[in-house]
């Protein structure tokens, strides 16, 4: 791969084919990666490259994806600082399928015009091509996945705090919504009756449930794998949604970046989040169709009480999740701050530099989610 991946193509060289390109723009990684299988049938192709592109480049004669032979279709997404295309595909692929993306480096050039090493020879140009293997999603008789959906607070009955379980929440398997889903009953009880066999992505819609909320929150739309056990029934235990208060969201800026903190209700009730932040760089937030904006925001949420288990061995003081109103796609990355908060086992603050905060981020969003700890 090419190294000083900054520095822009020498000069009087970025039009020959085939010349050393030690300095140039170059493919860094795909996600998926190459090879990799298991993959969601609705996850879009990410290429990010070592320098900007030159936009007039980035199109479907240069960028192209497959299966078994036949062309799929799908939109470019350049991001706006010229390093990231994304390929939106315009339905989900084919489930068990082997899927080949390819790009063409012989026309594919960088914002200095010279030619992108795509294939990581050090050399300008050429041709690459990836492939990943798409997770099967055929019913398996016999085969169901259980489980039940609280919110992650808990509700005050009498001098005891109890579970309020979520009625009405929805729950589908990805690529299958129509033919595979479910919904909670009064005891937040579902049961996903035919299931995949094996490892499949679902997402819990919890914007429909049928409890009371405050006017403008909303539980959120959370995406997760699970594994079912073929020809029998499987659980993945309490599912805990948490409730984002009225006013978390904020508009962002085409322009400008944007910092956004807790909504005031929760700064009210703990002040010690006041330094809780995330920076939404301009135009960096989209929509699967390209339009840009939206609106974001961050909740706490309690660290014992999330949609999924943290790995073992973590233990934060502070879960937070990231929040939009539709818009799923950040083409920047979006910092966030953390207090500095006590260790939950050592009662002791790290000293500064002294290592990462323990705290936890999610992003759970209205359209689509992922859930992840540092």
């Known amino acids: 791969m090419v190294s000083d991946l900054d520095e822009p193509p020498q000069a009087g060289a970025a039009n020959l084919s085939g010349r050393i390109t030690l300095s140039g723009a170059g493919l860094l990684y795909t996600s998926p990666q190459d090879g990799e299988d298991g993959v969601a049938v609705n996850r879009e192709t990410i290429l990010a490259f070592s320098a900007p592109l030159d936009p007039a480049t980035v199109t479907t004669d240069v960028f192209s994806a497959s299966s078994a032979g036949e062309p799929l279709d799908f939109r470019l997404h350049l991001s706006k600082d010229g390093r990231q ?20 480096g012989e026309t594919l050039r960088d914002a200095e015009g010279g030619l992108v090493d795509v294939d990581g020879d050090n050399v300008a140009g050429g041709t690459d091509a990836m492939s990943f293997t798409t997770l099967s999603l055929a019913a398996v008789p016999g085969t169901s996945v259980c489980g039940r959906v609280f919110a992650s607070q808990l509700a005050a009955s009498g001098d005891a705090s109890v579970n309020e379980p979520l009625q009405g929440v929805t729950i589908t398997v990805d690529g299958k919504e129509q033919a595979m889903r479910a919904v909670t009953d009064a005891g937040g009880n579902f049961c996903l009756d035919p299931a995949p066999g094996g490892r499949f992505f679902v997402h819990i819609d919890g914007r429909t449930v049928g409890n009371a909320t405050p006017e403008g929150g909303y539980y959120p739309f959370v995406g997760k794998a699970w594994q079912s056990t073929p020809g029998a029934q499987a659980s993945v235990g309490d599912i805990y949604l948490p409730l984002v208060q009225p006013g978390a969201l904020q508009p962002v800026s085409e322009t400008e970046d944007v910092t956004i903190g807790f909504a005031p209700s929760v700064l009210a009730e703990h002040p010690e989040f006041a330094g809780v932040a995330i920076t939404v760089p301009a135009g960096s937030l989209f929509y699967d169709d390209g339009a840009p904006g939206g609106k974001v925001g961050i909740a706490p949420v309690p660290p014992d009480r999330i949609p999924g288990q943290l790995p073992e061995g973590l233990n934060f003081p502070l879960v937070i999740t990231v929040q939009t109103d539709g818009a799923t796609n950040f083409d920047t990355p979006a910092p966030i701050c953390f207090p500095n908060l006590p260790n939950p086992d050592t009662g002791k603050i790290l000293a500064p530099g002294g290592g990462r905060p323990p705290s936890g981020v999610s992003t759970m969003t209205p359209a689509a989610s992922a859930w992840s700890a540092p």
């Open 85 to 104: 295309v994304t390929l939106f595909y315009a339905n989900p692929l084919p489930g068990n399928a082997l899927i080949q993306v390819s790009v063409d």
